[in-house]
């Protein structure tokens, strides 16, 4: 057998212990911060093939670094694990909750997939000889875009070569994406409760100014740039309508293509949130949740791994995940005029602006990192709904997993036999 089949190999032999890891995650949803049995199932799964499980990193208990190898260089696999409130649904075309969180994102096989990866890499290192390091990082609450932003602070990245990782989408493609900077912020109001018809003269509004906090944020939604995104909720509303409610708060999502675009209208959301509270005779206390620059592509690791997805043929599609996906878009009012996968999308010119957010992002702009996507799902699907969890949770997004697996350890392989590309990566930086 030729050497450079060593890593195909090991898919061979090892895939399916990689769906049965997916399955159990998949059937363990965890929430941001508390996924003890996921991390545990990852972790199990590399110590088993040979690495080497440092936990608590920075200052996460459910935070873990996978090692082996010595030596420069050092390929790092960001692997997420996380689940999402109320997304917990069967594995079934029609929308059947099965309550409590749920794989709504696709995290049981965005980390299966790189364990999967670098366990193949580390085959194919130790077949030829070849030196270097390869870590699998396991990060927590992705979801809640806290984990490698923290962990990024503790600087556990700071002496990689190269970062990689994936996300299930409805496309095969290199994610020459960038993804958006966000800053998460939760806006409390404190008034003065009184009886709303007798004494009204007495109370100070706080749900007022939460109120009249989000009309001049709607107002302002005219005069920002186009990519900027706000949103948000109301996080406390309780109490009956005839007590002047003290207290209320709002959570906000402000985001931006260009961190100083984002800063600049967190910045004025800000001074809505404090006129309001001025209009209202309340107070606002501002907490910052988090921040997240935006995505810091790549050019020549996305030719790299490219080059990579183009040599692996894209999943084959039986008739019976053909009719899942036909029957999950009709149920789903997914649109995709019938065409439910397609093949490797070509690798885009210049960036595409992608309205969602990472924490892998602030990786980006620590160390050269590329993303890879996967058709874990049909054409059309949104991400964090039910269907994506219907998808990720049977063999249309295990095969996607296996696929993308396979291409990041290729993509990683040609890194290494090609190490002036990971010197033209830093070059970029």
């Known amino acids: 057998m030729k050497q450079k089949a ?41 110590e088993k093939q040979g690495f080497s499980i440092q936990w608590n990193i920075a200052g996460f208990e459910t935070a873990f670094i996978a090692q082996w190898g010595s030596g420069k260089p050092i390929l790092g696999f960001l692997a997420e694990y996380d689940a999402l409130p109320g997304l917990g649904q069967e ?5 059947k909750p ?29 077949a030829s000889g070849m030196e270097g390091t390869i870590r699998v990082y396991g990060c927590p609450a992705e979801e809640i875009v806290i984990g490698k932003i923290q962990m990024n602070e503790a600087g556990v990245f700071d002496d990689l070569s190269v970062a990689i990782t994936w996300h299930p989408f409805d496309r095969n493609r290199v994610s020459y994406d960038i993804w958006l900077a966000q800053d998460i912020k939760n806006y409390k109001f404190y008034g003065t409760t009184a009886h709303a018809a007798k004494n009204p003269e007495m109370g100070r509004s706080a749900l007022d100014a939460a109120e009249l906090m989000n009309v001049g944020v709607n107002y302002l939604r ?37 961190s100083e675009r984002m800063e600049d209208a967190s910045q004025r959301v800000d001074a809505c949130a404090q006129g309001a509270a001025m209009m209202t005779g309340t107070r606002v206390e501002i907490e910052r949740v988090t921040k997240n620059k ?98 990720v949770g049977m063999s249309i997004g295990q095969k996607a997993m296996v696929y993308v697996a396979e291409c990041m350890a290729l993509g990683s392989w040609m890194l290494l036999e090609q190490p002036e590309k990971i010197e033209e990566a830093w070059a970029e930086q």
């Open 222 to 258: 005219e005069h920002v740039a186009d990519d900027i995104r706000m949103h948000y909720t109301y996080t406390n509303t309780d109490g009956p309508a005839n007590i002047v409610p003290d207290y209320a708060s709002t959570n906000y999502f402000i985001r931006s293509g260009k």
């Open 98 to 126: 099965s309550g409590g969180p749920g794989h709504g994102c696709g995290h049981n096989l965005l980390g299966t997939a790189c364990a999967g990866a670098a366990c193949a890499l580390k085959a194919q290192m130790e």
């Open 6 to 46: 060593i890593w195909k190999t090991w898919f061979e032999q090892n895939e399916e212990e990689m769906l049965r890891t997916a399955d159990d995650i998949f059937r363990h949803p965890e929430l941001s911060k508390e996924e003890v049995y996921s991390s545990k199932r990852l972790a199990d799964f590399l």
């Open 294 to 391: 935006e995505m810091k592509v790549n050019r020549t690791l996305a030719e790299v791994f490219y080059k990579a997805m183009e040599q692996i043929p894209v999943p084959e599609h039986t008739e019976e995940e053909i009719v899942f996906a036909r029957d999950i878009s009709e149920r789903a009012g997914i649109q995709n005029n019938g065409v439910y996968f397609t093949g490797l999308e070509p690798l885009e010119d210049e960036p595409v602006l992608l309205p969602i957010g990472t924490d892998v992002s602030d990786v980006s702009h620590k160390v050269p990192t590329i993303m890879l996507s996967a058709a874990a799902m049909c054409k059309g699907t949104p991400l964090h709904h039910w269907s994506t969890t219907a998808q």
């Open 91 to 95: 594995a079934v075309c029609e929308y």
